[in-house]
């Protein structure tokens, strides 16, 4: 059974750049969400996908987007990079009754922003 | 917004000692989660109790969850240096089609040899 795995692990970006982070979920699990962690805080919800189809936004605006793959891979894509951008971003994966079970995570992204 | 709050922000102890930190909710839920993050890495998923529940047991963890009061706690017995890792406690909120993870801001926890 494989876990999640993300790419890449680090990367730093220009303000105004746009940027791409991928993430496998894990075997048999078909719901992939997003979550960003700014140092010193809990994570923060971006939004999930099930079956393709973004089906949950947390308060993140639209320059934040995604996309889930027919074999439930996902991409975050963040559009116009602010300083603020610069976080922890993490990718979770699940059977669409999850929540009822626990998440795996993958081991994230550390995204800075110059 | 963050759902829980985790009590104490940090904690040091030494190694042998058990560890012990709470968490406070503000709604009600179907059950609370435990995560482990060690050095700003990605999440591992410690123990699910449910909101019928009131103490689970995990090998040397033990949660407890007090529904009238909205608060849980996460016993760590005879901590060890690989136990150092911040600690978060979360509840699931639905959102439109989803359901999402909200997370307390953690607890710091450092063993010390």
């Known amino acids: 059974e494989t876990g999640v795995t993300q790419s890449p692990t680090h990367l730093i970006k220009t303000r105004g750049q746009q940027v791409t982070l991928r993430c496998s979920s894990q075997s048999g699990h078909n719901t992939v969400s997003w979550y960003q962690q700014a140092l010193g805080q809990g994570p923060q919800f971006i939004f999930q996908y099930y079956r393709e189809e973004e089906n949950g936004r947390g308060n993140f605006p639209p320059r934040f987007s995604g996309l889930q793959f027919p074999n439930y891979s996902s991409e975050l894509n963040v559009n116009a990079l602010e300083l603020d951008d610069s976080a922890l971003y993490l990718c979770?994966?699940?059977?669409?009754?999850?929540?009822?079970?626990?998440?795996?995570f993958g081991s994230g992204t550390r995204l800075t922003v110059v | 917004s963050q759902q829980g709050e985790e009590d104490p922000q940090a904690l040091s102890i030494q190694e042998g000692e058990n560890a012990t930190m709470n968490c406070s909710y503000k709604t009600s839920i179907n059950n609370l989660q435990w995560y482990r993050q060690n050095s700003g890495r990605g999440l591992v998923h410690l123990i699910l109790i449910r909101s019928n529940e009131r103490e689970k047991h995990s090998g040397r963890l033990r949660v407890t969850l007090d529904t009238s009061k909205k608060s849980s706690s996460l016993l760590i017995t005879a901590s060890r240096a690989a136990d150092t890792a911040s600690y978060f406690c979360a509840t699931l909120k639905r959102i439109q089609g989803a359901q999402k993870l909200v997370f307390g801001q953690g607890t710091r926890l450092t063993i010390n040899p």
């Open positions: 979770a994966s699940s059977a669409p009754d999850g929540g009822n079970y626990g998440y795996t």
